[in-house]
T-cell receptor, first 113, second 111 residues
């Protein structure tokens, strides 16, 4: 499967725990974007990364959320001390260039107990 | 107010009928992307439009970006049950990468 791979597909956490969401880009893609989809709302941009660099994190909450895209391995969106309001579907998209079409993974559905 | 408005919010058609979904922006569109999403799954890229007046087709789906670059339409000819899903428009309103999305149009095609 040469598409954007996200894992896990579903993640359940208790309040206060940490959530780690992973995204492996399509082959040849070095640009990664994370979006969040809350119930009854549209997709909202969170962060844009290229290898080892955060380009734009203007859509990401200032506290508890962080993202990285290391030289080796997948991009990771990390949410510390999760709260109920973090329950959402988190989608990763990747592209070959910043003005190229973004291709999405199947998302990680995060549920907070 | 929502930057990107999609209409209708939902649509039920009989198999074989044509249909149109609209996406209207309050800002100039530098790029307009159409995606299809099935419930619980990811977004499937359909088409990208960048130039005013541009029209693209893929199989029975045609998308157009108007001359003023503030509205796009997605037209499906002779709809089939396989076309059912949520259609999302995503727009680049100036950042070149940060897409703003509409809330989607839920399409049901009855056999």
């Amino acid at each position: 499967n040469a598409g954007v791979m996200q894992n896990p597909r579903h993640l359940v956490r208790r309040r206060g725990q940490e959530a780690r969401l992973r995204c492996s880009p399509m082959k040849g893609h070095s640009h990664v974007y994370w979006y969040r989809q809350l119930p009854e709302e549209g997709l909202k941009f969170m962060v844009y990364l290229q290898k080892e660099n955060i380009i734009d994190e203007s859509g990401m909450p200032k506290e508890r959320f962080s993202a990285e895209f290391p030289k080796e391995g997948p991009s990771i969106l990390r949410i510390q001390q999760v709260v109920r309001g973090d329950s959402a579907a988190y989608f990763c998209a990747t592209s070959a260039g910043r003005d190229q079409p973004q291709h999405f993974g199947d998302g990680t559905r995060l549920s907070i107990l | 107010s929502q930057e990107l408005e999609q209409s209708p919010q939902s649509l039920i058609v009989q198999e074989g009928k044509n249909l149109t979904i609209n996406c209207t922006s309050s800002k100039t569109l530098y790029g307009l992307y159409w995606y299809k999403q099935k419930y619980g799954e990811g977004l499937i890229f359909l088409m990208m439009l960048q130039k005013g007046g541009e029209e693209k087709s893929h199989e029975k789906i045609t998308a157009k970006l108007d001359e003023k670059k503030q509205q796009s339409s997605l037209h499906i000819t002779a709809s089939q049950p396989s076309h059912a899903g949520i259609y999302l428009c995503g727009a680049d309103v100036g950042s070149n990468y940060k897409l703003t999305f509409g809330k989607g149009t839920l399409l049901t095609v009855n056999p």
